[in-house]
Structures are given as C-alpha cells and as structure tokens.
C-alpha cells in the first residue's frame, strides 16, 4: 500500500493516475517489483488496470509502456462481465472451507460480545449480523502466518534446503511461489485447503530452490518428494475459484 502511494505520488499527473481506453477511464495502479525482469500490464477484475514495474524501470517509462497497451486492455475490458459479481457475503449460517472442510459461520457462546465461531476457531466482530468476512479473513491469515513457517522449514530441513525469506501473503492469482534469492511467499488461503494440498504447495515451491522452472527435471524433483501430488493438483484446480 504504502509503496503504492510512493508510485502515485511520482507519476506525472499524479491527481490523473488512469489510463484512456477507447474513451474510458480506468484506473492504474503501479507497483514496482525487484524480481520482475520487464514490464507488465495486467487488468484486475474490478476494471482497473495493475503496472508491474521490474527494479530497472521506471514511473515514466511504465506509463508509457501502458499507453502503448491500450488496445489490449481495450480488448480484456470486453471480455469482462457486464455485470461483474460482488464477493458473496459471509454471514452467519454461511458456510466457508476450513483446512479442507465446510463449516459454518455460528454465534459464539458469548455472541452478545460479537463472537463468531467455526471449525473450533472464535473471532470477535463489531457487528454478528453484518458480513463477517473482513474479519474471518484476518483471523484466517493469522492463522497462516502461525502455522506456516514452522511447516516450511521442517520440510527444507528433511530436504537439506534453505529458505532465504519466508512471507504469507494475499496472492490473488498463485497459491504460492519462489523467488530466485530463495524467498517463499505462501497465500493465507491454504488455511482452507485440506492438509495434503497445503503440504504439497509447500514442497512445491521449496522444490524450485533447486529448480527454478516447471521442467521435466522440476516435476520429478516433486514427485520424489510428494508422491501423491497429482491428487493435490486436481484439487488446486478444482478450488481455484477461492483466489477471486
């Protein structure tokens, strides 16, 4: 967020920070990103238009290289619903996935204190009877956060790896990935997957600390040490609608 601020603030026309498409305007975020190796233009689902600036580039240069892109964002803009749906709220009663089960959003034992209960978790909200989502989510990511790096390193310790930098993030397109300074970033939704898949994500990236590709070389180094992946796989895919 605040890196983000910093790139506004540097952009010419600061106060106009969009992008003319077709006559359109729609915003542009600009986040620059030290691994990113060139220039990248990528349309959100909400219609707004994200501008990956790799460690050499710069604001400028950026926004130009998003001006030239225009008729591709023109043609990703048709592309998207008229209509795009909202994020469905969780209320309670509303069941959500919990470390691969379904369970329901419930009043707590002490719901007058705005206590909401699943999956043998308590979360405390400021109002039981509006979306709880907002607050769900953090106490999720906490979890992630608690939970996830003692996992990681034990399994690069079985596997003699080293983890440089260890981070949980709110990824919306990957469940996790691997940098080449060997930085593992993990999304908080693997709290929902079943053990086995989260497990799996794990060894999946620590796996590219020895080979930085998805190669045949990079396949049997999973297999050797994830046998069942396969099944992990087809749920990743089957769930990769918990990334919007």
């Not at 501008?51 to 803009?77: K, M, Y």
């Not at 969780?90 to 470390?99: K, M, P, S």
């Not at 790896?161 to 940098?179: A, E, I, P, Y």
């Not at 709290?191 to 190669?215: C, G």
Request: proline share 5%; hydrophobic share 40%; charged share 25%.
């Amino acid at each position: 967020m605040l890196l983000d601020f910093i790139l506004r603030q540097n952009t010419p026309n600061a106060d106009q920070n969009f992008l003319d498409v077709r006559g359109r305007r729609i915003p542009l975020a600009m986040v620059r990103n030290h691994q990113a190796r060139r220039y990248l233009l990528r349309l959100r689902h909400d219609g707004s238009a994200r501008l990956t600036i790799p460690r050499s580039g710069s604001v400028i240069e950026g926004r130009r290289f998003a001006e030239r892109n225009t008729e591709w964002l023109a043609r990703q803009l048709e592309k998207l619903p008229t209509h795009p749906a909202k994020a469905k709220q969780w209320l309670i009663g509303a069941e959500i996935l919990f470390r691969g089960e379904l369970v329901k959003l419930e009043m707590g034992m002490n719901s007058e204190a705005g206590e909401v209960q699943f999956g043998g978790e308590i979360v405390r909200v400021p109002d039981i009877g509006g979306d709880l989502r907002p607050w769900v989510v953090k106490h999720l990511w906490k979890l992630a956060a608690t939970e996830f790096p003692p996992r990681v390193y034990e399994f690069a310790a079985a596997h003699q790896l080293t983890v440089g930098r260890f981070t949980v993030r709110n990824q919306r397109s990957r469940w996790g990935s691997c940098s080449r300074r060997g930085t593992i970033s993990l999304n908080w939704r693997l709290i929902q997957t079943p053990p086995f898949v989260r497990d799996y994500i794990f060894l999946h990236e620590l796996m590219h600390l020895r080979q930085m590709n998805h190669s045949e070389r990079f396949w049997r180094e999973v297999e050797s040490v994830c046998p069942g992946y396969l099944a992990a796989e087809k749920w990743v895919k089957q769930h990769s609608s918990l990334l919007k």
